[in-house]
């Protein structure tokens, strides 16, 4: 199981920006696919951006234009960088490892975003 810690959340107003890290515990090199998760209070938890280790990527149409993954292999972190932020941005932000396309994903503890003037 890959172990995950995200940092980087917080309070922002909207229209400002936050960047969410998340640290592997072993080399994401050969990791299928990583990204983020997040669930806002009373819904379910959605896909909000992942990155493949071939570099594709995939984004909820919600963040498409102001949202940005990347994967540093040599840092084993994935990063969000987040954009023009909204109060429906406001959510736990969860970073996901997949091994393979068959693995299950592992989960990182969560980090609040909290989006408010």
């Known amino acids: 199981q890959v172990q995950l810690v995200e940092s980087g959340g917080g309070l922002v107003q909207p229209g400002g920006s936050l960047r969410l890290s998340c640290a592997a515990s072993?080399?994401?090199?050969?990791?299928?696919?990583m990204g983020w998760y997040r669930q806002a209070p009373g819904k379910q938890r959605e896909l909000v951006a992942s990155k493949t280790k071939a570099g594709s990527t995939n984004y909820a149409d919600s963040v498409k234009g102001r949202f940005t993954i990347s994967r540093d292999n040599a840092k084993n972190t994935v990063y969000l960088q987040m954009n023009s932020l909204k109060s429906e941005d406001t959510a736990v932000y969860y970073c996901?490892?997949?091994?393979?396309?068959?693995?299950?994903?592992?989960w990182g503890q969560g980090t609040q975003v909290t989006v408010s003037s």
């Open positions: 072993e080399s994401i090199l050969s990791i299928y696919s």
């Open positions: 996901y490892a997949r091994r393979s396309i068959l693995s299950q994903l592992d």
